[in-house]
C-alpha cells in the first residue's frame, strides 16, 4: 500500500481558497514536497517545508505541518483556472507519492 | 538555465523487447532519480544514482536496471517488457544526498512508453 494519503477529488470556484490534505507515515522525513503535474507533463516543484516547520507561505500557496499527526495540508488562495492540475504531496528522502488529489476549477 | 531533459518523448514497443530511456540532469547535480507513474497513479520511486552508485531501489524487479555516467547522465534500462510496463518515466535530478535542501528532486517531462 502507499505510505502517502491524498484525496482524490477538489472542486473549488474561481476565485476561491483550495485547501489539499495529505497524510504520510514516515516521520523520519526531512522535508515533505508539494509537486504539481499538468496532463500530460512530468511534475513541477511547487513548495517544500522543513520538517521542523509548522508553516510556510510563498505567494498564493501556504504549507501547513502536524508533524504529531503527520499531517500536511497546501492552501492555495485566489485560485485560478491554471490551478487546474493534479497535486502531489511526497515524503524524502526517496520520494514517496500519494495518488495525487485531482483539482478542477470552475468559472 | 535548462532543467532536466529526457529522450525520447514517446516511445512504442512490443511485449518481449528491450528498452532504454536517457536522461541529463541539471547543471551541478549530481544525483538522478527514476520513477515510473502509471496512468491514474503516483509515480513509483525505482532508482537512485549519486556519484555514479546506486543509493535506493525501489520494489521493481530485476529487468529494471539503470547507471550514471561520469557526466552524471544516466540511463534506464527495461528487458523483456511487459504489457504493465507502459507507463510514463520521469527522472528527477537533486544535488545529492546531504543536508539541507540538496535532497529537493527538479523532474523532467517524463518518456512516455507503450507497450503493445
Known amino acids: 500500500g502507499e505510505d502517502v494519503e491524498q484525496s482524490l477529488f477538489l472542486s473549488v470556484r474561481e476565485g476561491d481558497s483550495s485547501v489539499i490534505n495529505c497524510t504520510y507515515t514516515?516521520?523520519?522525513?526531512?522535508?515533505l514536497y508539494w509537486y504539481k503535474q499538468e496532463p500530460g507533463a512530468g511534475l513541477q516543484l511547487l513548495t517544500y517545508?522543513?520538517?521542523?516547520?509548522d508553516m510556510k507561505q510563498d505567494q498564493r500557496l501556504t504549507v501547513l505541518l502536524n508533524k504529531k499527526d503527520k499531517h500536511l495540508s497546501l492552501r492555495i488562495a485566489d485560485t485560478q483556472t491554471g490551478d487546474s492540475a493534479i497535486y502531489f504531496c511526497?515524503?524524502?528522502?526517496?520520494?514517496?507519492f500519494g495518488a495525487g488529489t485531482t483539482v478542477t476549477v470552475r468559472a | 538555465d535548462a532543467g532536466v531533459t529526457q529522450s525520447p518523448t514517446h516511445l512504442i514497443k512490443t511485449r518481449g523487447q528491450q528498452v532504454t530511456l536517457r536522461c541529463s540532469p541539471i547543471?551541478?547535480?549530481?544525483?538522478v532519480s527514476w520513477y515510473q507513474q502509471v496512468l491514474g497513479q503516483g509515480p513509483q520511486f525505482i532508482f537512485q544514482?549519486?556519484?555514479?552508485?546506486?543509493?535506493g531501489r525501489g520494489n521493481f524487479p530485476d529487468r529494471f536496471s539503470a547507471r550514471q555516467f561520469p557526466n552524471y547522465s544516466s540511463e534506464l534500462n527495461v528487458n523483456a517488457l511487459l504489457l504493465g510496463d507502459s507507463a510514463l518515466y520521469l527522472c528527477?535530478?537533486?544535488?545529492?544526498?546531504?543536508?539541507?535542501?540538496?535532497?529537493?528532486?527538479?523532474f523532467g517531462p517524463g518518456t512516455r512508453l507503450l507497450v503493445l
Open positions: 528527477a535530478s537533486s544535488l545529492g544526498p546531504g543536508t539541507g535542501n540538496q535532497e529537493t528532486q527538479y
Open positions: 514516515d516521520s523520519s522525513s526531512t522535508y
Open positions: 517545508i522543513f520538517s521542523n516547520m
Open positions: 511526497a515524503e524524502s528522502p526517496e520520494l514517496s
Open positions: 547543471s551541478g547535480h549530481k544525483s
Open positions: 544514482y549519486y556519484e555514479k552508485e546506486e543509493r
